[in-house]
């Protein structure tokens, strides 16, 4: 048995059920009926898999819980987008978003409780980190929300690993839930439909590279330079911008893929014509395709740039052969958007950290 996958921990993890299964002797057809039903049936329990034997449920249900995650809370926005919050059997919270965007719907998941890199205007990041998710427990909120999104007639169409959490310091798992997202027995959707965002975690960009599973890479930015990156990521002084851009190239040039660089507009901090064209400078020779994002407010002193100053913005990198679209935000009336799923509970943690209560175990390093 593969030593990685703790026994009570992994759920939904199809690697795992098809270890269990061989071991047990179960005939080859059962890989099947089980990949259908979790994938494609969303059971919720074993119990629901009734063309399973019943022995073989509740062994099953013994070994890998088919819900590994409890749902605390479901909450609909004006758009269209579902924000779902869970807790870990250890009492972590965990949050998932399901977006729409013409005719996608996107699921945003996390990859850990927390956050370790403290991005100063990210609500996630002011959370700390609680711990790493498994793979099940990552591929677990795609299926939940996928059952919700079935209520309503519609699939899944994209997932992207930008919930909570720094995907590449959780790499395996995240690795895991991708493959069973993509596998064809298993969720089934497409590589090219399931996206990594990382902070610039360079061990991570260089993994991937060297991955045969086609996912996207997407590249948070923020900044042209070291000096102002760290200021907003702290991961800088670890992986400064010049090692950053030698794993994109490395990984364009192994992949032939282009990555997605994010580039979160704050007004009066990086905003101004003078970075537009030192990211253009960055980012010059191709490979790079730039997503302007609108900051959604969590508490802190930044705030969004105008309107104006992102077409200006947009502009400049235009003038430096840069392609650039600006991403609109989602279900920000529910807390949802990109760097709000936290927002709660930072709140909550302020107000006891003010009263001089000891801080919630999420909070803690
Ligand atoms: N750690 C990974 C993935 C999670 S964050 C990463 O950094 O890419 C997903 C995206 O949301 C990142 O681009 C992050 O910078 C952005 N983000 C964080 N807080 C935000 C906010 N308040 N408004 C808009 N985007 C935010």
């Known amino acids: 048995m593969a030593s990685s996958f703790g026994h009570t921990t992994t759920t939904v993890d199809l690697e795992r059920v098809n270890t269990l299964l061989e071991e047990w002797g179960e005939p080859a057809y059962r890989r099947r009926q089980v990949s259908d039903a979790a994938f494609r049936g969303l059971a919720a329990t074993w119990d629901d898999v009734t063309v399973l034997p019943r022995a073989l449920?509740?062994?099953?249900?013994?070994?890998?819980?088919?819900?590994?995650?409890?749902?605390?809370?479901?909450?609909?926005?004006?758009?269209?987008?579902?924000?779902a919050g869970f807790r870990t059997r250890d009492g972590f919270p965990v949050e998932a978003v399901a977006m729409r965007h013409r005719n996608r719907r996107t699921v945003c998941?996390?990859?850990?409780?927390?956050?370790?890199?403290?991005?100063?205007?990210?609500?996630?990041?002011?959370?700390?980190?609680?711990?790493?998710?498994?793979?099940?427990?990552?591929?677990?909120?795609?299926?939940?929300?996928?059952?919700?999104?079935r209520e309503q007639g519609e699939r899944v169409s994209n997932v992207v690993m930008m919930g909570m959490g720094e995907p590449f310091m959780n790499y395996d798992a995240v690795l895991a839930a991708c493959r069973t997202l993509n596998d064809p027995n298993g969720f089934g959707l497409g590589a090219r439909q399931i996206a990594i965002s990382t902070a610039g975690w360079v061990p991570g960009i260089e993994r991937l590279a060297a991955e045969p599973l086609q996912v996207k890479l997407a590249l948070s930015l923020h900044a042209p330079n070291d000096e102002l990156?760290?200021?907003?990521?702290?991961?800088?002084?670890?992986?400064p911008i010049d090692r950053l851009m030698a794993a994109c190239r490395s990984y364009r040039a192994a992949t032939r893929r282009r990555v997605f660089v994010e580039y979160l507009l704050l007004d009066g901090v990086n905003?101004?014509?003078?970075?537009?064209?030192?990211?253009?400078?960055?980012?010059?020779?191709?490979?790079?395709?730039?997503?302007?994002?609108?900051?959604?407010?969590?508490?802190?002193?930044?705030?969004?740039?105008?309107?104006?100053?992102?077409?200006?913005?947009?502009?400049?990198?235009?003038?430096?052969?840069?392609?650039?679209?600006?991403?609109?935000?989602?279900?920000?009336?529910i807390d949802a958007a990109c760097g709000q799923l936290a927002v709660r509970g930072v709140r909550e943690l302020r107000r006891r950290r003010r009263a001089g209560a000891a801080p919630a175990q999420t909070a803690s390093r």
Request: with cysteine; aromatic share 4%.
């Open 109 to 149: 998941v996390s990859s850990q409780s927390g956050c370790a890199l403290a991005c100063t205007f990210c609500a996630t990041g002011a959370m700390g980190l609680g711990r790493n998710l498994h793979a099940g427990e990552i591929s677990e909120q795609v299926i939940v929300l996928a059952r919700m999104l």
């Open 271 to 333: 905003d101004s014509d003078r970075l537009a064209a030192e990211l253009g400078e960055l980012l010059a020779g191709g490979g790079f395709h730039v997503n302007l994002i609108a900051y959604n407010p969590t508490g802190s002193d930044y705030r969004a740039s105008t309107p104006e100053r992102v077409s200006a913005f947009a502009a400049v990198l235009q003038r430096h052969g840069v392609a650039a679209s600006y991403r609109r935000s989602h279900g920000q009336d």
């Open 229 to 239: 990156r760290s200021q907003l990521m702290p991961v800088t002084r670890r992986f």
């Open 57 to 83: 449920r509740a062994r099953l249900a013994d070994a890998e819980p088919l819900a590994e995650l409890t749902a605390t809370e479901v909450q609909h926005a004006r758009d269209g987008t579902i924000k």
